[in-house]
């Protein structure tokens, strides 16, 4: 199995650290990961808050770059709606070209109100932008031309560095909601799921999504899932839960201040009908928080491989990328649950059989 690095670059440590000192720690912890054996990594896009300080996935990735030799480089995600295709696309062949075809890209529309007025994009607008982004990059990236799109109207032009080699099996979709299942089979992406709840196929309906697949993309097959959530290890399995909960009751408010879960008109923009019923009342975020800091993944080696079977075993995985640092845990705590869990559980992660997407059927296009 593909196993990576997963950064959120969440600053949630209080002013006493600034945002530079901060960055710094978390590019270091990102680039040592190739030397503790990850395969590759992820790096988020969030705007306007501590929640994530990562404005630029692919910013950030060109960075790791140029720190790292063989690890993979991932979005998780480009939030589409967001970004101009154009520079999606050219940024993203650039950085393939650069880096040997390193480059994995996952994408996403989005959900923070905040974050989209602050973009100035109308949130009303997310599937039909996600959508018609999505399929204007994904030609561009396979064919070195981009055009069209009803809101975008983007003129013809042919985008330089060329194609290095084909994104086929290289490019994922976060899929939240069931609509979102059928869009990411639609425009033939694989799946990426984001944070391991205990849920029934991780909330994701495959059956949809493979059914969507076998319509759409008749000649190709689905790429199996990626998945990118915390994990919190600890020799002690009850420090680990004890510390976990504790983390991550920051880290849930941090969600529900930039997603704005607990204000009145969550979930009414258009397309984002579905998140209506998990907006939280004001009065039981502490209540929600308590909850999910009990249930997300936190114990001893033993327990965290065995909560990452049973969700392999679900779902059959190719990847899981962790993310170490969250919830203003302090940089020592983050570092030392990495350690453990690069010695204790990734050769045992890596060793589990699992078909990838990303390097065997890729065919190499003209470079010149």
């Known amino acids: 199995m593909h196993v990576g690095y997963a950064t959120g670059f969440q600053h949630q440590s209080g002013p006493s650290l600034n945002d530079r000192v901060f960055l710094q720690e978390d590019l270091r912890m990102a680039v040592e990961a190739e030397d503790f ?17 990562s404005p630029s996935p692919l910013q950030s990735l060109a960075y790791l770059a140029g720190k790292t030799k063989r690890v993979k480089l991932g979005t998780q995600v480009i939030v589409l709606p967001w970004n101009d295709p154009v520079r999606v696309a050219e940024q993203a062949l650039w950085l393939d070209n650069v880096t040997e075809g390193r480059l994995l890209l996952g994408f996403g529309r989005g959900l923070g109100k905040m974050e ?9 607008q997310t599937r039909q932008l996600f959508r018609e982004h999505a399929e204007l990059i994904i030609a561009a990236l396979e064919t070195g031309v981009i055009e069209g799109g009803e809101i975008t109207q983007q003129p013809r032009r042919e985008l330089r560095p060329r194609t290095y080699k084909s994104f086929e099996g290289r490019i994922f979709g976060s899929a939240g909601s069931p609509e979102s299942v059928r869009t990411v089979a639609e425009l033939g992406m694989g799946v990426l799921i984001i944070n ?14 493979h059914q969507v697949w076998a319509e759409k993309q008749p000649t190709r097959k689905a790429p199996a899932p990626l998945l990118s959530g915390t994990i919190f290890v600890d020799e002690s399995s009850e420090r680990a839960k004890t510390l976990s909960a504790q983390y991550h009751r920051v880290n849930f408010h941090g969600a ?42 936190a114990g001893n080696p033993t327990e965290i491989l065995h909560i990452l079977e ?14 170490f640092h969250f919830g203003g845990m302090p940089r020592a705590e983050a570092e030392r649950n990495m350690r453990l869990f690069a010695e204790k559980c990734l050769p045992e992660l890596k060793s589990w059989p699992s078909e990838s997407s990303f390097e065997p059927t890729a065919r190499t296009l003209a470079a010149a």
């Open 37 to 53: 054996g990850f395969d590759s990594i992820w790096v988020t896009e969030h705007h306007f808050s501590d929640y994530s300080i």
């Open 116 to 124: 989209y007025e602050g973009l100035r994009v109308d949130i009303n």
């Open 196 to 209: 391991p709840e205990p849920r029934a196929n991780l909330g994701v309906d495959f059956d949809t999504y």
């Open 256 to 297: 529900v201040r930039n997603y704005g879960m607990a204000e009145e008109d969550f979930g009414n923009a258009k397309g984002n009908e579905f998140y209506k019923n998990m907006r939280i009342a004001p009065d039981k975020i502490d209540e929600m928080a308590d909850k999910m800091g009990a249930v997300m993944p």
């Open 310 to 323: 049973r969700v392999n075993n679900e779902v059959s995985l190719q990847g899981f990328f962790p993310h």
